[in-house]
């Protein structure tokens, strides 16, 4: 995902890390680096009687839809970030083949993803491609391309089915006067189209080769491909909600169909009669059965945004196991002999450690999306990592620097901030700042920020007694063309009370916010290259700091350890701007890599880390020297260990 779409929800936010001088304290050898997106997905491995996670196995960014062969050795999986078909080794998670999916202008999710039932045919269907829809059929032994199919694009949601029989491929059609599509699985010509006339929620494929589909007039349609007829079944609409995924049992008799207010339906497939109607405490995603008939796996998603992976056990009607996942869970598949359940988790980001001295990757925690924000609370060693994002739900995830491992909060997420004696961390999206106890997450308390305003920073002050807050009135305005920051105001809140206490307005288009570190000096970036200075104790503008080239966008702050030094990132121009706090004066201009945002300094002060589009650099600040880190995705933040 490129930074320039995330500009105002993102980019500021994941620089708060880097330029509150209370979260570096001494010279270390670990840099902590957050890759935002485009990091590898990967596909967990579970013991599918216990739902015990075995391992895991990387794929390529953005996984999106997962098969098995017959025999569970290979795995295929569609992948966004390259749009590519990867077969990969369930043994030793090798990477086998790639197979390019050609799309022109489209590259949107979903890949779907089919394999024929003897195994020796993939297809790969691109539904929103454009301009037109696009089909391929791939063998899967020499992973050749054998067919394909350009579809006129009417819309479709999928999934792709194949006949039990392999002889033929169906999806649905249209936003209108809907169809389901049949496909002639060697040719990919198209066979014969069955209405439906109704808006699908979801399809699966019986055994016996009929066709059932989900609809949002709560009903159950089944579809009979040989003679084109469908019949209407309807739901029980006693709350339950829409209906969402289904699956057909082994045998062909029953549909099991997930409902958002937290069921699961049987329904006699020849009659249209309830078997069972079960209280579940998750939303289905994607089903899964076992081979037997006794177990239906899923992937689940709260209304919390929490994601999960479920066992319920068909013959008591009851939920057996929940384990939870960080997400988003993008497909699940089962092996034959119902033995491993495999687990997409459509991650697209990471946490790197990287060595200071000799700027090596020493390790990769791939877990989470958009990753934009880390922390280290001051006294420990645990590293923090959050998304700031407009939506609710999320994760706080936290790696243990000893073991290497990843756990993490349900719920709780944001951009991060940590009290200088370590207690207390603030989390904060668009709308709300929220504190917590670190030692137990309790809720402390929260300050919102009201309507048409973003919350983009939020900075403790040395003492904890406040915490001052940037404000922008609106995402962004452009002028001639040109990105530019919005007016805003700087406030500050009471720590104790959460009441605001001060404001300070910015008229001038309000940037990147900094401390300084003995609290005396609030330092942000504004339009035409300046760099305000405020006086924490009057709130008013004491020098400006005009940097050249004018026309920047100085989305990038940081301080040196001592205060005396801004390093400054200009994302228009792909500069470094260095200016001297105690002169006003700009005493260096640096090229760097394009888009930089956002820029740490190593506690010894002789480095600046910037996150680029391109990339992890490293800039001697006494030479001016630029140098790379090779890293498996797009840095977004940086914070160097005590």
Known sequence: MCRYARFATQILIAVLVLCVPTHVHAASGTAYVAICCNAPSTAAVFDASTLTQTRSIETGSGGDGIVLSPDGKRMFVTVDNASELQVISTATGALLASVPVPLSVSGEPPLELAISPDGLKVYVFAPQARPDALLLAIDATTYQITQTANITNLGSLGPLLVSPDGRQLYFEVG?????????????????QEIPVDEYPLDLAMTPTGRILMTDSNNQLLVIDPTSSAVRALPLPNDNHGTPGVLIASPDGTTAYIAFATGSILAVDIATGATVFDASIHYSPTHFAISPDGTSLYSSNLSSAGSWSVSEFHIQTHTPRTTVRQLGPISAVALTNDGNRLYVLNANDSAIASVDVASRKLTHVAFAGADITSLAIPPGGST???????????????????????????????????????????????????????????????????GQLTNLAQ?????????????????????????????????RILDTSTFKYIGTIDVADGLGVLALTPDGSTLIYTSNRGRVRLVSTATHNITATVQLTPENGLLNGLALSPDGST???????????LIANLATLTQQATIAVGSYPSPVAITPDGTEAWLATLAGLEIVNTSTGSVSAVSLPGEPSAVVFAP
């Open 175 to 191: 936003y209108a006067n809907e169809y389901i599509q049949v496909v002639d699985a060697v040719s990919l010509a198209l066979l």
């Open 383 to 449: 590293v923090w990592a959050s998304q700031y994002a407009f939506g609710l739900g999320g994760d706080t995830l936290f790696l243990n620097p000893g073991t290497e491992q990843l756990e993490y909060a349900v719920g709780i997420s944001g951009a991060l901030a940590f009290s200088p004696n370590g207690a207390v961390v603030y989390t904060y999206n668009p709308g709300r700042l929220t504190a917590y106890e670190v030692a137990s997450l309790a809720k402390i308390g929260s300050a919102s920020v």
């Open 458 to 490: 939020a900075i403790p002050s040395p003492d904890g007694t406040r915490v001052y807050m940037s404000v922008s009135f609106v995402s962004g305005v452009s002028t001639n063309g040109s990105a530019q920051f919005s007016p805003g105001e700087i």
């Open 566 to 576: 801004a390093y400054v990132t200009d994302s228009e121009n792909n500069l470094l």
